[in-house]
């Protein structure tokens, strides 16, 4: 993991199509090798992004380098970068064999060099014996693979995915997760994937990039995404969050007593973070991390009463009134002792368990921008 | 999508959705065709139609001395649909890729002529070619020409006439199908190694086949039978089928043979309609059916 040796670098890129600023001062390194999900709800710019690495967007301002040379000159077949499109955009005039066949045709390779590359890359994606059909008559997930090939074939050094997996169904999808995670490692090729799917992004992803209206929000192992949320809104759209205005009223050594509006909790200080009394932050806690007990526990007193259960295979979820009436969410394996509806619960956390977030500071940006267009 | 749309539409009631359409197609189409189609089958005493049926006018068809006639018309009508595609091509692809409101003026340039008598519009030509027109004397003042040429009542005028009242049919058609192609196409074809020659060649005009055939079907023949063109342009010098057709129905008096005529232009789209289905092409993209 010391040794990494950055392939596409991205450097202070903005894009603005009129007078929508679509990607803000992105700064970006994909490293040879590896698995990297552009992760973000529709609209953010992640397509944007994966459009200009691949040439078919110039950026507003900002340099983008693959292998260390600067690429926003060159036409798309001058970088080392395919792409496989959203829509797959197989040639529907042309036979699977000459879709893949493509690219080694524009380059003018002999022709039993294609050949033997086109049935190769079929072999890969298992579609040997489709020479012969057209892109109509082959299902979702077949067509998807013959894109894949088609892309491969060109032995590019970073593929583009975007949300390829978007248009099939929910079993072919996990299927093809695996199949395509299984295809990358294989070949070492450097991937970068686009998906607003935060499920896929951590079970495929190396790292994750989380887009929030054309910032980077968060760029991290899937792990720490889900563990250590940056913002909230990665706390939000990376799995299922309870999140909680707080101001910090004492901090002890390594941990601080916050005040939420409904009451007292303790949390961690992140380390190399420096926070002031009085400061708004976040409180962020997965529904698997919040504890119930009858009394209170010591350093918390939120109260709460439990308003229904919903079962989602073998895990129960219990909804929580709090006072100001916000919801919290308490997810436990259905072997696991759930509170009963309508009891009376007190909520608690270990301090280590809850993620801090500077409430200001990132979204101030946000606020910003949209003032200075306004004022326009 | 298609298929299920097809299959509940022929379970709706005949009579309810049908018959209007159909009883519009009856008189507006079959039977004029039906009525065509009888008439060349009849004879004619100089003068009227007579009740006796015959093959003599398809025979008269092959007369060598209409040979002349359909080597000429075949020749305007290939040159008219060639120089259409060509002009047509750019211009179709330049408004499916422009912004919307270029697109609009685009198509209204486009329209606008066509809304006016073409008998009209050919006159204004007329005006601007004759020997002593805006062209001829332009060029003698510059000096480029001393003497007024002729290009009124010539081949090319011809040429030129058909080219202008048929081009809409050729862009609307183009347009369509530029317009439809999905861009991604392109992007990939760019991506896999074509610069935007050969990603036209490879993928552009492929994919917009369906638009230069079905707007050659609608001026090729056309272009045969507007005789009116030839009248007005080449000054009755140059005879079409059109023309042809024309005279068996009025000075002529013979319309058993005029019909049979019209009966090899209808066979002729057959036959063009058959080709391009043979081919592989999609009767749906020619937005015929
Ligand atoms: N060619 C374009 N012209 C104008 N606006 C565009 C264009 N492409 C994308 N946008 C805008 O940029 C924003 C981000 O789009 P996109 O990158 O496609 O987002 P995502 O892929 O994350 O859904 C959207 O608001 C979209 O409307
Ligand atoms: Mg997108």
Not at chain 1, 147 to 162: M, Q, S, T
């Given at each position: 993991?010391e040794?990494?040796?950055?392939?596409?670098?991205?450097?202070?890129?903005?894009?603005?199509?009129?007078?929508?600023?679509?990607?803000?001062?992105?700064?970006?390194?994909?490293y040879?090798?590896?698995f990297?999900?552009?992760?973000?709800?529709?609209?953010?710019?992640?397509?944007?992004?994966?459009?200009?690495?691949?040439?078919?967007?110039?950026?507003?301002?900002?340099?983008?380098?693959?292998?260390?040379e600067?690429?926003e000159d060159?036409?798309?077949?001058?970088r080392?970068?395919?792409?496989?499109?959203?829509?797959?955009a197989?040639?529907?005039?042309?036979n699977?064999?000459?879709?893949v066949a493509?690219?080694?045709?524009?380059?003018?390779?002999?022709?039993?060099?294609?050949?033997?590359?086109?049935?190769?890359?079929?072999?890969?994606?298992?579609?040997?014996?489709?020479?012969?059909?057209?892109?109509?008559?082959?299902s979702?997930?077949?067509?998807?693979?013959?894109?894949?090939?088609?892309?491969?074939?060109?032995?590019?050094?970073?593929?583009?995915?975007?949300e390829?997996?978007?248009?099939?169904d929910l079993?072919?999808?996990?299927?093809?997760?695996?199949?395509?995670?299984?295809?990358?490692?294989?070949?070492?090729?450097?991937?970068?994937?686009?998906t607003?799917?935060?499920?896929?992004?951590?079970?495929?992803?190396?790292?994750?990039a989380?887009?929030?209206?054309?910032?980077?929000?968060?760029?991290?192992?899937?792990?720490?995404?889900y563990?250590?949320?940056a913002?909230?809104?990665?706390a939000?759209?990376?799995?299922?969050?309870?999140i909680?205005?707080?101001t910090?009223?004492h901090?002890?050594?390594?941990?601080?007593?916050i005040g939420?509006?409904?009451?007292?909790?303790?949390?961690?200080?992140?380390?190399g973070?420096s926070?002031?009394?009085?400061?708004?932050?976040?409180?962020?806690?997965?529904?698997?991390?919040?504890?119930f007990?009858?009394?209170e526990?010591?350093?918390?007193?939120?109260?709460?009463?439990?308003?229904?259960?919903?079962?989602?295979?073998?895990?129960i979820?219990s909804?929580?009134?709090?006072?100001?009436g916000?919801?919290?969410?308490l997810?436990?394996?259905?072997?696991?002792?759930?509170?009963?509806?309508?009891e009376?619960?007190?909520?608690y956390w270990?301090?280590?368990?809850?993620?801090l977030?500077?409430?200001?500071?990132?979204q101030?940006?946000?606020v910003?921008?949209?003032?200075?267009?306004?004022?326009? | 999508?298609?298929?299920?749309?097809?299959?509940?539409n022929?379970?709706?009631?005949l009579?309810?959705t049908?018959s209007?359409?159909?009883?519009?197609?009856?008189?507006?189409?079959?039977?004029?065709?039906?009525?065509v189609l009888?008439?060349?089958?009849?004879?004619?005493?100089g003068?009227?139609?007579?009740?006796?049926?015959?093959?003599?006018?398809?025979?008269?068809?092959?007369?060598?001395?209409?040979?002349?006639?359909?080597?000429?018309?075949?020749?305007?009508?290939?040159f008219?649909?060639?120089?259409?595609?060509?002009?047509?091509y750019?211009f179709?692809?330049?408004?499916a890729?422009?912004?919307?409101r270029?697109?609009?003026?685009m198509?209204?340039?486009?329209?606008?002529?066509?809304?006016?008598?073409?008998?009209?519009r050919?006159?204004?030509w007329?005006?601007?070619?004759?020997?002593?027109?805006?062209?001829?004397?332009?060029l003698?003042?510059?000096?480029?020409?001393?003497?007024?040429?002729?290009?009124?009542?010539?081949?090319?005028?011809?040429?030129?006439?058909?080219?202008y009242?048929?081009?809409?049919y050729?862009?609307?058609?183009?347009?369509?199908?530029?317009d439809?192609?999905?861009?991604?196409f392109?992007?990939?074809?760019?991506?896999?190694?074509?610069?935007?020659?050969k990603?036209?060649?490879?993928?552009?005009?492929?994919?917009?086949?369906?638009?230069?055939?079905?707007?050659?079907i609608?001026?090729?023949i056309?272009s045969?039978?507007?005789?009116?063109?030839?009248?007005?342009?080449?000054?009755?010098?140059?005879?079409?089928?059109?023309?042809?057709?024309?005279?068996?129905?009025?000075?002529?008096?013979?319309?058993?043979?005029g019909?049979s005529?019209?009966?090899?232009?209808?066979?002729?789209?057959?036959?063009?309609?058959?080709?391009?289905?043979?081919s592989?092409?999609?009767?749906?993209?020619?937005?015929?059916?």
């Open positions: 993991m040794e990494r040796k950055a392939i596409v670098e991205i450097k202070n890129v903005n894009k603005i199509f009129g007078e929508n600023h679509v990607v803000h001062d992105l700064d970006l390194t994909i040879k090798g590896e990297l999900t552009m992760l973000g709800p529709s609209g953010c710019g992640k397509t944007t992004i994966l459009r200009m690495i691949g040439g078919f967007e110039e950026p507003t301002g900002g340099q983008i380098l693959v292998e260390g600067r690429v060159k036409e798309p077949f001058e080392n970068v395919n792409t496989v499109f959203q829509s797959y197989l040639f529907p005039h042309m699977i064999w000459n879709n493509y690219g080694l045709k524009m380059k003018k390779v002999k022709k039993e060099e294609i050949s033997r590359q086109v049935a190769e890359m079929l072999q890969l994606v298992r579609l040997n014996g489709f020479e012969k059909r057209y892109p109509s008559q082959l979702g997930g077949q067509k998807q693979r013959v894109a894949i090939a088609r892309a491969l074939i060109n032995r590019p050094k970073v593929l583009l995915l975007d390829p997996l978007g248009a099939l079993k072919l999808r996990k299927e093809m997760q695996l199949e395509l995670k299984n295809l990358q490692k294989k070949l070492g090729i450097t991937f970068v994937y686009v607003h799917d935060q499920e896929e992004a951590l079970t495929m992803s190396d790292r994750i989380v887009m929030n209206q054309g910032y980077l929000d968060q760029l991290d192992t899937p792990e720490r995404v563990e250590k949320p913002t909230k809104f990665v939000d759209f990376i799995g299922e969050s309870n909680f205005e707080a910090i009223s901090m002890t050594g390594d941990t601080a007593s939420l509006e409904v009451g007292n909790a303790l949390c961690l200080l992140e380390k973070v926070y002031s009394l009085s400061e708004m932050v976040y409180a962020c806690v997965r529904p698997e991390k919040v504890l007990s009858a009394g526990a010591e350093g918390f007193n939120i109260k709460g009463v439990v308003k229904e259960q919903i079962y989602v295979g073998n895990i979820k909804n929580i009134i709090i006072a100001n916000q919801m919290v969410i997810s436990r394996l259905d072997i696991d002792e759930v509170p009963k509806v309508g009376a619960v007190n909520i270990n301090p280590d368990d809850v993620v977030m500077k409430s200001r500071g990132y101030i940006h946000h910003i921008e949209n003032a200075s267009l306004g004022g326009d | 999508m298609k298929r299920s749309y097809r299959a509940r022929k379970t709706i009631p009579l309810t049908v209007p359409v159909a009883i519009w197609l009856i008189l507006l189409v079959a039977a004029p065709l039906l009525y009888f008439l060349s089958f009849l004879s004619t005493d003068y009227n139609v007579v009740f006796l049926f015959t093959l003599d006018n398809y025979k008269n068809l092959f007369n060598p001395t209409y040979l002349e006639i359909y080597a000429n018309s075949f020749l305007i009508a290939f008219t649909t060639a120089i259409c595609i060509l002009v047509g750019p179709a692809y330049h408004m890729r422009a912004g919307k270029k697109k609009t003026v198509m209204v340039m486009l329209m606008v002529p066509f809304w006016t008598n073409s008998l009209i050919l006159n204004g007329k005006t601007l070619l004759g020997k002593t027109g805006f062209v001829n004397t332009f003698q003042n510059l000096g480029i020409i001393r003497e007024p040429v002729e290009i009124l009542y010539t081949r090319g005028a011809v040429l030129l006439g058909m080219v009242i048929l081009i809409p050729m862009i609307l058609p183009l347009f369509a199908s530029i439809k192609l999905d861009h991604s392109l992007e990939a074809s760019n991506d896999l190694g074509a610069n935007k020659v990603t036209f060649l490879h993928v552009t005009l492929p994919l917009t086949f369906a638009g230069i055939f079905s707007g050659s609608m001026i090729f056309p045969l039978g507007y005789f009116f063109v030839s009248d007005i342009m080449g000054g009755g010098k140059s005879q079409l089928i059109g023309n042809l057709i024309e005279t068996q129905f009025k000075a002529g008096n013979n319309w058993p043979f019909a005529l019209s009966m090899m232009l209808i066979f002729l789209i057959l036959i063009m309609v058959t080709v391009y289905k043979k592989g092409g999609d009767m749906e993209d020619l937005g015929v059916m």
